[in-house]
């Protein structure tokens, strides 16, 4: 990894400006020059842009100054940073020369100039360019009033990115009105920067043969060290060795490091979750063929579309598609081919996403029983990554050489808007069936339909940064939950007349299954008596007492108001996991006294059932629990702006 500039939050890098490649190490291996430091902003994820990508990022140069013979010829990296939607610094020339932004407002993509982009488009734009006079002492930021423009040079609407021009001086601005508009505006142009440096080295053409070759020794030493940690952690392990293998390039690198550690071919894992891509299917089992791997298929089927109606649209906050259309299948799969547990091997990455940035070298996921999981490349950078595919001429899936920068399910809600755009120019049939959904669950929940066409159904709980979009275009969003699970609280635990504490609620949930399978949720909690004919449990534990009626009432009493809270909640629990079930089975794996089985959904037996818990922690929809249940408490009163809300929405 490039040192961290923690001042600035920046991200040292090098670049060799006689090979024009990024450097991934100290040196490169091509010339021996040590290159020349410059700064990206963090994390630092930096990738080659190849394929589809490159020609987008010229086609915006040429869109803008009606040329991209700077950057024709040259290698060109994108480095992810924060933003609305897809945001990527253009680092070419070892510098950046700006940032390639998808704008939702404008459904597509934009183009900002930096300093360094100007400098090197300025003499050769032919569009674009504004010359001004008259203006003094500091000015970036400044605003160009239309009196001081000289000349404009082509036609540009309003927020285009420009060149702006003083003598010598080139540097960025944006059009604040149209060059029909400009003569006459008190802000016509505003100067970003003007900071021209010309000393600045021009790159010679470069490839990606030329970046593989610049890195061999710092990819030679990279290899070693994963190829050692997959070695020391499976040696010993007399258990089956395999790779979660996804048809994405972080489980291609990781197939290609086990397969050097252990001097044969690993076997493959793979889940079907039913909503993948078809080119992804077709690659993942040409891959396996061709190679002659052991390929093990999870099949999730129609796991997704059985569910989206009772869960709603997935969210980044909110993937409960991954438990039930992944965790559900792999685990089936692990307990029917590999009973005693496995060893996995996964490409998991540490800059892929903040959930992973403490990722470590061995690790076990809590949903799936007997299987431990290794991340030799948790480190890598994905520029590291593709050096490594491109080095060992390895076969990659070719959605990545149509812009996609992640690959995963085709309605993700991780991936990005622009992506999601560029699925619908490649599979619109796909594109327009989940548009379709979003639409008309949006309509049913009484939802405005930019919910969808600004992407704001990929969050049950909106991000800053989406609550000021949200606040910009002035879109209420009805704070609640979008899965038609609510409790409201009638009463909080307070000091009961008869002594001790209560509390009451009433829960509302679709009534998926019939009021048997509440009870046998509750059993998990304690000890539980019921009535068939009137719907009503009574549940006794160590914590304390509830009664459970079949229209959602709840009522508990306990000694202590900790324990009225904490009885309130498991009670829930246990409705909404009877309710929601999924059946995806791994309560039952989870259960050490086999007290589990399903029928139509969760059933416990009593003579078994220690309520230990163990099924519940394991639970998918109790892992979601926060985002399901909207907590309904009269006396909150609801905010009528996005800003001011804390909540999902519904």
Request: aromatic fraction near 8%; glycine fraction near 8%.
């Amino acid at each position: 990894m490039p040192p961290k500039n923690i001042a600035n939050g920046k991200e040292v890098c090098r670049w060799c400006d006689v090979c024009g490649t990024l450097l991934l190490g100290s040196r490169c291996s091509r010339c021996g020059s040590p290159g020349r430091e410059f700064e990206i902003n963090s994390p630092g994820d930096i990738r080659p842009c190849f394929g589809e990508s490159r020609e987008a990022v010229a086609g915006l140069f040429r869109e803008a100054f009606g040329t991209s013979r700077p950057i024709d010829g040259k290698a060109i990296f994108l480095n992810k940073v924060p933003g609305e939607d897809r945001t990527d610094e253009i680092v070419s020339h070892g510098t950046v020369l700006g940032i390639v932004r998808f704008d939702m407002r404008l459904n597509r993509l934009v183009l900002e100039l930096r300093q360094p982009g100007a400098d090197m488009f300025a003499d050769v734009a032919t569009q674009n360019v504004v010359t001004f006079a008259g203006l003094s002492g500091h000015l970036k930021g400044k605003n160009i009033p239309g009196s001081n423009i000289n000349e404009v040079l082509g036609n540009f609407r309003e927020g285009d990115t420009v060149i702006v021009r003083k003598g010598a001086r080139a540097g960025p601005g944006i059009a604040l009105v149209s060059s029909d508009n400009i003569e006459y505006a008190e802000k016509a142009v505003k100067i970003r920067d003007l900071s021209p440096d010309p000393e600045r080295p021009i790159s010679p053409d470069s490839d990606i043969s030329e970046f593989v070759e610049a890195n061999t020794s710092h990819m030679k030493g990279l290899t070693s060290v994963a190829v050692s940690e997959i070695r020391e952690s499976t040696n010993g392990s007399k258990l089956p060795v395999t790779v979660s293998f996804s048809g994405g390039k972080d489980s291609l690198v990781a197939c290609s490091l086990t397969e050097k550690a252990l001097r044969k071919k690993p076997i493959l894992l793979f889940i079907n979750t039913g909503i993948e891509f078809p080119d992804t299917v077709a690659y993942v089992r040409e891959f396996a063929s061709e190679g002659r791997y052991d390929l093990r298929t999870a099949e999730a089927g129609t796991a997704f579309l059985d569910n989206v109606d009772s869960f709603g649209p997935p969210a980044k906050d909110f993937r409960w598609c991954c438990k039930v259309c992944k965790l559900g299948p792999i685990t089936e799969l692990i307990e029917k081919d590999f009973p005693h547990g496995i060893v996995t091997v996964e490409g998991n990455r540490a800059l892929e996403s903040f959930s992973r940035s403490r990722t470590p070298l061995v690790s076990k996921n809590p949903f799936v029983p007997n299987q431990t999981n290794i991340n030799p490349i948790r480190s890598w950078r994905s520029a590291e990554i593709w050096c490594y595919i491109w080095g060992e001429g390895l076969r990659y899936n070719p959605l990545y050489a149509k812009d996609f920068e992640r690959i995963g399910c085709y309605l993700c809600a991780s991936c990005l808007s622009s992506e999601w755009r560029n699925t619908g120019r490649i599979y619109p049939e796909l594109y327009d069936e989940w548009e379709s959904f979003l639409h008309r669950y949006a309509k049913e929940k009484g939802l405005p339909p930019e919910y969808v066409d600004m992407s704001f159904w990929r969050w049950k709980a909106l991000p800053p940064k989406m609550v000021l979009l949200a606040d910009q275009l002035d879109i209420r969003l009805k704070p609640g939950s979008a899965s038609g699970i609510s409790m409201k609280v009638l009463k909080g635990a307070s000091v009961c007349e008869a002594g001790g504490f209560s509390a009451e609620a009433v829960v509302t949930l679709p009534r998926n299954r019939d009021f048997s399978y509440v009870v046998d949720a509750l059993r998990t909690v304690g000890d539980v008596k019921y009535s068939p004919e009137f719907e009503i449990a009574f549940v006794r534990s160590l914590k304390g007492t509830a009664k459970v009626f079949g229209g959602g009432q709840v009522s508990v009493t306990a000694t202590s108001q900790k324990n009225a809270e904490l009885m309130l909640e498991k009670t829930v629990k246990a409705m909404v996991r009877a309710m929601m079930c999924t059946s995806c089975g791994i309560c039952v794996k989870s259960c050490h006294k086999n007290a589990i089985s399903m029928a139509g959904g969760m059933r416990v037996n009593p003579d078994r059932c220690t309520s230990c818990g163990n099924c519940e922690s394991s639970c998918m929809v109790i892992h979601y629990y926060d985002r399901l249940v909207g907590k309904e408490d009269p006396r909150r009163k609801p905010a009528p702006r996005a800003s001011e809300r804390a909540k999902g929405y519904k």
